[in-house]
Each structure stands twice: as structure tokens, then as C-alpha cells.
């Protein structure tokens, strides 16, 4: 019997694929990501959106998916975004256009989006501190999470509030020699 192999995948789909697997669940540093990863319900969509209209046109589009699909077929998307938004400060600054296309569409409540980026920096921290690797990625990205899916999560926790300070905590016990090969997909800059 002839089978026609699988599509391959985008190389930035990959990438971030890659990261998920390696860095976000095999370092646990989202103890609610491993099921639905492992269940095949974690979608990577690649933004190819060169301008802040055409990314929010595609954020628009794929919470109307989110919102007509049942979270046991399609829990969370990530929208990769490899063609725009490379600054982390302009990326920072257009997560209040996120905020407001939720708002204007009503999404607010029910959906919330997370945010990763190469250059990830927390406030009051430099670039170089470990703690700010718990947010980078390969490329920029905007994770569409479901209201309930969180809240159902956080209440099955036994401590959600100690989640970011155990991350920070395990990237700063990795050496600077651990951190660089595991995120060996960073550019400097």
C-alpha cells in the first residue's frame, strides 16, 4: 500500500516545535503544557505579517478558530511571527494592540495572551540575567490561551503563584556553558 508521507513541516513551525518540546515541557517550565503538547492539541501557526494590521488580522482569525473549536481537538495557539516585530521593545509595545483587539472583539475573559520573544527581557532586570530566559523563544511569538484552560489549570496547582520563581530559580542553577547549547537558537543582539 502506497501512503503519501506527512506534510513537511515550515521550518519556523519546527523551530518553535523544537523549543516546546525541549525547553517549555522538557524543562517544565509550564507544568500545563506537557498534556495538550503530547495530545497533538497545540497549534503553531507562522505569521508571515510584515505589519501590525496583517498580525492582528491573523491573532483575529485564529481566536475566531480557538473560539469555534472545542479545547479536546485544539487547546492553544502559538502564532509565530518570524518576519516582524524583531525589536523587543516594539514587540512590548504592540501587545497593547493585542489587548485591544481582545477587547474589541469581546475576547476578553474568555480568551488571554502570553508572550515570548528572542530578547525577552523582564522589567528591572538586565538582558543578561537568567530569569529572562523563561520567556525567550526562537522567534517572536503570541500564545492564545483559553480563560477556563488557565483557570482550570492554576486550581489543580498545587502552588501556581511559586511557578515563575521556580523557573527563574532552575535557569539561574544552569550554567552559563548549559544555558548557551540549550538555547543555542538565539542571536546575539
Known amino acids: 500500500m502506497n501512503q503519501t508521507p506527512p506534510p513537511a513541516l515550515h521550518p519556523v513551525e519546527a523551530q518553535v516545535r523544537a523549543w516546546l518540546e525541549s525547553i517549555v515541557v522538557g524543562l517544565n517550565l509550564c507544568p500545563f503544557a506537557a498534556r495538550p503538547f503530547r495530545d497533538n492539541r497545540v497549534r503553531v501557526l507562522v505569521s508571515e505579517a510584515r505589519s501590525g494590521v496583517e498580525l492582528l488580522t491573523d491573532l483575529q482569525l485564529e481566536l475566531a478558530r480557538l473560539a469555534d473549536t472545542p479545547p479536546a481537538t485544539l487547546e492553544t495557539t502559538l502564532i509565530a511571527i518570524p518576519n516582524f516585530l524583531a525589536d523587543f521593545l516594539d514587540y512590548n509595545d504592540f501587545l497593547d494592540d493585542v489587548d485591544a483587539l481582545l477587547d474589541q472583539y469581546e475576547w476578553s475573559g474568555e480568551f488571554q ?36 484552560s488557565v483557570a482550570s489549570a492554576i486550581d489543580s496547582h498545587p502552588d501556581p503563584e511559586g511557578i515563575p520563581e521556580a523557573n527563574v530559580a532552575k535557569l539561574e542553577a544552569m550554567s552559563l556553558a548549559e544555558r548557551r547549547r540549550l538555547f543555542s537558537f538565539l542571536k546575539p543582539g
Request: hydrophobic share 35%; glycine share 6%; net charge negative.
Open 113 to 148: 495572551v502570553a508572550s515570548f520573544h528572542p530578547h525577552y527581557q523582564f522589567a528591572g532586570t538586565l538582558p543578561t540575567e537568567a530569569g529572562n530566559y523563561t520567556n525567550r523563544s526562537p522567534v517572536p511569538i503570541l500564545h492564545l490561551l483559553r480563560e477556563d
